[in-house]
């Protein structure tokens, strides 16, 4: 079975991050920049990691198999746009490794970062916005539990082409974390 954990990101992980962002479907599930050259994005990491926003808690999600007994980092999951004063933010969740995507790697990541941000953040509120193109996290944002609050339509253009965004909210009181949750997690220091 997969053991998730979730950790800080570290100068370490750059390699790994290089190599999602040469593929193509990862770059278009998460809105980055296809073909973006290597140097911008290790300028882009070295910042992240160095002045990381006041807004933004993001984790990396590491996996532990039998051939990876220490851990692999497939991805990280992101609480972004935190707002203390109204007590609200964005989760993303992006898993850069192929063969993890639909193994329930982001339902576990995500079920731990909802805790920390409505446990240890206090936030009241977690809200995600997902491309129509997404099925995959359309559907795993509904797994978790996230309500469907409505559609902004045709309102961003990805490849040329004009793509519905779907919105989606929970709040505090109806997130239920599953009993696994209590046996994967780990300190998110």
Known sequence: MLQVR????????????LEWSRDEAFCLANGW?????AEQLQDWFVRLLNNPPVDLVRKGIVVTT?????????GFVDLRDINPLEKRARLRIAIGEETHRGQGVGYRAGCQMLEHGFTELGLERITAEVHSSNTRMLSLLEKLGFV???????HETR????????LFGMLREEFVAPSTLRLEARTLG
């Open 148 to 154: 469907r609050e409505g559609i902004l339509r045709q």
């Open 66 to 74: 039998p051939e990876h007994p220490e851990g692999r980092l497939v």
């Open 33 to 37: 920049p296809v073909g973006l050259p």
């Open 159 to 166: 490849q040329g082409v004009r793509e519905d965004v779907h």
């Open 6 to 17: 979730l950790r800080p990101l570290a100068m370490s992980d750059l390699p790994r991050v």
